[in-house]
């Protein structure tokens, strides 16, 4: 129990208050920012998953066709790994676009919110943020666990060296796509979640751009850390909302502080302000 | 018959617009292991470029002019202020800031620019049809894409099989350290291979113009197209790049010409309407997956260049 841990439990209890304040302030528009905050921090925390932990970049996550692009992607590595998610990505974007049936480049309207029942009805906000909230505390505890338990060990020894792993006679590539898998069906969440956030669904988000986003986010945060990504997509989406009242150009703004960001910092927010890691868990 | 060598001759087209893509990354890709996703806004520069100074002059060829070194200087810049601290760094790093720069120039072309397409218009010293086979007419300016495209071709090839420039070229993505100790200037090596790859992308973007609109975030798109390219034909080999930029665009232009009507003979004419254009449009990508199924490292695996 480090002064960092106490630190995270605080600032993720401090989550669950935003619907409270926001509403004593009389300014609703932050529970949407914060819902949306928690919608892709649930999707960065599954990247974080494959990217800083088993090392694959993957662009084509917003795409989630997991399986079938996973085993084909896999036999290739490093650059190639990149490059054909990427491809991929953009493969399903095109389909979407040609299947006019779901509304083809247009999107899709969604009438209503996912119904679970009176008890959970997604369409107050306040609900939607808790049922957010809870999703993503959820999957902070499980990617914790997956972390610490020999899959998540041995996701780390392909990262650091997969040719070893596979001399100690692991079969990496089955690990590889399992997490793979893993991480394109907790993203496929955070899809419907978006969804049901916008109640608009268009082949948009599935550009490689957005995909290039939600990495962003990883990495602003700080790979291979789980609660860097929501501290990542936090400050993303914090940052994007800022910029854009100020100027309709605030992607010119944006990019540059990414490049900064990269060039100044190798561990993002995380490695800045949480103390430095040792390894005692 | 002559629709089908018309769609043909625009796959031959097309690829060898993606070839100037392709050729430019790969180059950068092999040399300095950097992979370069603003490549797409240099392009997107160039077509800019052209368009403006095309539209404000008059002068097809002072625009080229104009978009080229515009996009060298470019190319230039951004190498030194940013990929120089990039080159040993992890590929992920490279892509994030590279990603930064797709957003800076995007949104700094819509400053300059507007929002709005622009307009570019077909030069009118090429603007007529010109019959390639007896009975086939084509449009000049597409004759001149690919008689220009294929002269690159060659010149790359001349130029890095047999010149000096091209030998130290070799030389640096064998061995860098060997070449810095033996007295070559490698910095300046890399950023004058980093001006040539500018350049070709900005030809490929100057050459899209008329045939595509131009507008911000142009790039993307024929990025993509661009890494599938070099995905198949092997990353960092030229020879390779050439053959799958051919491969992959005369596959997509009679992908999307022929495969409705092919399908309409199986399955009937309302279901193939529905497939026809989404398998289209996911042909390449097929062909992509088929490839690395068979050989991951794809058709050419580089040594050397």
Known sequence: MSGRYVAICVALAALALVPAVATVADAPFYTGLFARIMVFAIAAVSLDLILGYGGLVSFGHAALAALVIGFVSLRTSGVYFIMITLAFGQMVYFVAIGLNEYGGDDGLNIARHSDFGAALNLDRPVVFYYFAYGLLLLFLFLGNRIVQSRFGMLLQGVKSNERRMIALGFPTFRYKLTAFVMAGAVCGIAGALFANLTLFVSPSIMHWTRSGEIMMMVILGGLGSLVGPVFGAAAYLILESVLSRLTEHWQAVLGPILILVVLFSKTGLYGIFALPRRRSG | MIYAVEQVLNGVQFGVMLFLMAAGLTLIFGIMNLINLAHGSLYMVGAYVAAAIFSATGSFLLGLAAALSAAVLVGIAIEIIVFRTLYERDHLDQVLATFGLILFFNEMVRILW????????????????????????????????????????????????????????????????????????????????????????????????????????????????????????????????????????????????????????????????????????????????????????????????
């Open chain 2, 114 to 305: 507007g929002s709005t397409a622009l307009y570019m218009s077909v030069p009118g010293f090429l603007s007529g049809r010109v019959e390639l086979l007896p009975g086939i007419p084509y449009p000049a300016y597409r004759v001149a894409i690919i008689a220009v495209g294929l002269a690159i071709a060659l010149l790359l090839y001349l130029l890095i099989a047999r010149t000096r420039i091209g030998m130290l070229i070799r030389a640096g993505a064998s061995n860098r350290v060997m070449l810095g100790a033996l007295g070559i200037n490698v910095r300046l090596l890399y950023t004058l291979v980093f001006a040539m790859g500018s350049a070709l992308a900005a030809l490929a973007g100057v050459m899209a113009g008329p045939i595509f609109t131009v507008e911000s975030g142009m790039g993307e798109s024929v990025l993509i197209l661009a890494f599938v390219v070099i995905v198949i034909g092997g990353i960092g080999s030229i020879r390779g790049a050439f053959v799958a930029a051919l491969l992959v665009g005369v596959v997509d232009a009679t992908g999307r010409a022929f495969l409705r009507p092919f399908l309409t003979i199986f399955m009937g004419g309302s279901a193939a309407a529905k497939f026809g254009p989404a398998l289209a449009s996911m042909l390449i990508y097929i062909l992509m997956a088929a490839v690395l199924f068979v050989r991951p490292q794809g058709l050419f695996p580089p040594r050397g260049l």
